[in-house]
């Protein structure tokens, strides 16, 4: 409940979250293979559940997962994971982390580079 009252809903009063979140569901439909499914998984999870956005280089906790997980908000905000850039090609190869934290996370610069990110993939399936 804390999850998404205070972490998705404040999001969707942002025209570009909304068009983000609602690229997610025909991009899955539009999949063809179970491993094109897992990707849109994980650039859901590493986007808008555990992304972070660096502004005007400042890093801020983005994603809904980690704005509810106090600990592991304060694991990364301490520099305990490592941070890579928002890149599919990258992001594919990890899983995302459930029951744990996640090994590594990714950064994005605003959200209409995330949203070209996605796109780029999504627009290829
Ligand atoms: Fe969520």
Redesign the pocket.
Known sequence: MF??VY??LPYFTLPEYVDIQQMFAPAFHKASTDDQKENIKRLAWFS??FGLINENGTRKIFG??LISSKGEMEHVLAGNTPIEPYKVETIVNFDKAIWSYNKTLFEFDSLAELKKELARYFDAL
């Open positions: 999850h998404d972490g998705h808008t559940e809904t997962g």
